[in-house]
C-alpha cells in the first residue's frame, strides 16, 4: 500500500466509488478507497435497486433527477449493463391523508418538471393490473422512475477504477484518524497513510468514522430488511410503494420480486440478523396485494442498514473545523438511486471547484441552525 | 485454452467458465464472485454448488479450501410460498 495519497475514500459501497469516478473523470487519480469488509458489502449490496425523483424535498429530487439522466449513460460509460428499466414508481394511498399528502407532492413535482401524475383507482389498476384495489383510492405515477441491478453497476465501478490506477483496499479497516501537517494521517489494518483529502462515505458506519475524528455527527444506523422470490413470468412493470406500512415491489429482469415493508416490533438493529417476522409481515402484504402470489415462493432475505440523518436528506459537506475532510453521508435509504450527483458533488467539493447543486440545504449546520426540510418519502 | 461450460450452479446457470473469467479479472473474495456470477443464490442457496465453488475459487488462487470463507447463510432454507408464510401466525421473536 502506498503511504500517501490526494485522497482518501473510507467505504467502497456507492458513495465512494461514484465519487471516486468523478474525480476520475476530472483527471483526480491518486486515490485510495478503504473497505473493512468485500467491496460495497453495506447497503450498497443489500438495497432493492429503486430509482425514483419523486421525492417530497427539493434537496433529495435535484440529486436524484440529475441522477436519473446518469444512470441512462453509465452503462454504457463503463461497459457494465446494470438493467435500468424505467417502469415507474406508483405510489399508492389507502388512506384521504395519504392521497392528500401524494397530492401535494405531485403538485410540487410540477416545480420540477417530472411529468408525476394522480391516478384514481381505476387509473392504478390500469397500471397494475394484478393488484386487487379494494383498499386503494389512488395513487401518483411517475414513468421516468424505476429499477436497476446493483451489482453491475458496483462492480463495473470497481474494475474501471482499478484499471484507471485507483487502489480499493478490501478487508482494510480504519481503526483512528489523526490530522497531521498536511492533512490527515489514518491507521489502517494494512499501515499508516497520509491523505491530503479524505472522505468519510461509510454509510451505516459514517457515525463510527466521524466520532473517530472527534466530530460527531448526528446520522445513525436503522436495519431494513428485504427478500427476493424465485422468478415469475412477468407481470409487474412499475415499483410499487404503499405509504400505510412502506411495502414495496417491484420485479426484476430475471422475472424475481425483489421488496420490504416497515418492520413492526422491536428488534436489536443488528443487519447481520435478519428475522421470520419479517417474512410473515412481507408475505401478508404481499398475498392480501397480489392474492394470485399465494404459491409463489419467497427465496432469500437479508437485511442491512438505512444510514438515517435527523431529516432523512444527506449531508454533503466538509467537516466543520476539519479543512480538506468531507462527509457524504446520511442517506437514509436512498443512497444507491442519487449516488451518480453526489460523486459529482463530492468530487467538487474534494477538488476546490463549485458542485452543480446549492451547497447551503446539505449542509451539516442546517440541524443547528433549524433549517431542516424533512423527507417525509422514505419507504421500507 | 481447455473451453468447458460444465455448470457449476445449475439454479443460476454459472459455469466454471464463466467463475474463471470473474477471477481472472482480479475478483478472488467469495463475496465478490458471488455477487458478480449470482452463484449459490438461486432456489438450492448454494446447496448443490458452495463446496464445489469453493474448491475451484481455493485451485484458481492457490491456497486450501478451508481458507476460502462460506459465503452468509440467508433464510428460509427451502423457498417456502407466500401464502404459507401469511398463514403461520405464530411469531418468534427477534433472533
Known amino acids: 500500500m502506498k503511504d500517501h495519497v490526494d485522497v482518501a475514500i473510507i467505504g467502497s459501497g456507492i458513495t465512494g466509488l461514484s465519487t471516486a469516478y468523478s474525480l476520475v473523470n476530472r483527471g483526480c487519480r491518486d486515490i485510495v478507497i478503504f473497505e473493512r469488509g ?6 450498497s449490496t443489500r438495497n432493492g435497486g429503486g430509482v425514483r425523483a419523486q421525492f417530497a424535498t427539493e434537496e433529495n429530487i435535484l440529486l436524484a433527477k440529475w441522477s436519473i439522466q446518469r444512470f441512462r449513460m453509465l452503462g454504457a460509460e463503463l461497459n457494465a449493463n446494470f438493467w435500468f428499466r424505467q417502469g415507474g414508481y406508483l405510489f399508492v394511498a389507502e388512506t384521504e391523508k395519504e392521497l392528500s399528502l401524494l397530492r401535494s407532492t405531485t403538485e410540487f413535482h410540477k416545480r420540477f418538471n417530472l411529468g408525476t401524475r394522480m391516478l384514481d383507482c381505476e387509473g392504478v389498476q390500469a397500471i397494475v393490473p394484478e393488484m386487487v384495489c379494494t383498499s386503494v383510492i389512488g395513487g401518483a405515477f411517475r414513468k421516468g422512475d424505476g429499477v436497476l ?5 458496483l462492480f463495473g465501478y470497481a474494475e474501471h477504477l482499478k484499471r484507471t490506477g485507483v487502489s480499493i483496499e478490501t478487508h482494510c479497516e480504519v481503526s483512528a484518524i489523526k490530522r497531521s501537517r498536511k492533512g490527515y494521517e489514518l491507521i489502517t489494518s494494512r499501515g499508516t497513510i497520509y491523505a491530503e483529502h479524505l472522505l468519510n462515505a461509510a454509510g451505516g458506519w459514517s457515525s463510527n468514522i466521524a466520532k473517530m475524528m472527534g466530530t ?13 422470490s424465485e422468478p415469475l413470468s412477468p407481470f409487474l412493470d412499475p415499483m410499487v410503494v404503499t405509504l400505510r406500512d412502506g411495502f414495496y415491489m417491484s420485479q426484476g429482469p430475471r422475472g424475481e420480486l425483489v421488496g420490504g415493508i416497515a418492520e413492526v416490533g422491536q428488534h436489536k438493529n443488528d443487519p447481520r440478523k435478519s428475522g421470520s417476522d419479517f417474512c410473515r409481515q412481507m408475505s401478508s402484504r404481499i398475498v392480501s396485494l397480489f392474492p394470485r402470489l399465494g404459491n409463489a415462493r419467497m427465496m432469500r432475505q437479508w437485511a442491512g442498514y438505512y444510514d438515517m440523518s435527523p431529516d432523512a436528506n444527506p449531508i454533503l459537506d466538509e467537516v466543520p473545523g476539519f479543512e480538506r475532510a468531507y462527509l457524504a453521508c446520511g442517506f437514509s435509504g436512498h443512497g444507491f438511486m442519487i449516488s451518480p450527483a453526489v460523486g459529482e458533488f463530492m468530487a467538487s467539493l474534494i477538488l476546490g471547484e463549485r458542485p452543480p447543486f446549492p451547497r447551503e440545504p446539505y449542509r451539516l449546520s442546517r440541524f443547528e441552525t433549524g433549517e431542516i426540510r424533512h423527507e417525509t418519502l422514505v419507504i421500507g | 485454452m481447455v473451453v468447458d461450460k460444465s455448470f457449476v450452479c445449475l439454479c443460476e446457470d454459472v459455469t466454471v467458465d464463466e467463475l474463471r473469467d470473474v477471477i481472472k479479472r482480479g475478483f478472488t473474495d467469495i ?6 456470477t ?22 484458481e488462487i492457490g491456497i486450501g479450501i478451508d481458507e476460502v470463507p462460506l459465503t452468509t447463510i440467508r433464510p428460509p432454507i427451502v423457498p417456502i410460498p407466500f401464502g404459507q408464510w401469511a398463514s403461520d401466525r405464530q411469531g418468534d421473536g427477534e433472533p
Open chain 1, 38 to 43: 468485500s467491496l460495497a458489502s453495506g447497503a
Open chain 1, 216 to 228: 460527531p455527527i448526528p446520522t445513525n444506523p436503522a436495519r431494513h430488511q428485504i427478500m427476493v
Open chain 1, 149 to 153: 441491478f446493483p451489482f453491475p453497476l
Open chain 2, 31 to 36: 463475496e465478490d464472485v458471488k455477487r458478480i
Open chain 2, 38 to 59: 449470482g452463484i449459490g443464490t438461486g432456489p438450492c442457496q448454494g446447496k448443490q454448488c458452495m463446496q464445489v465453488f469453493r474448491q475451484m475459487l481455493a485451485e
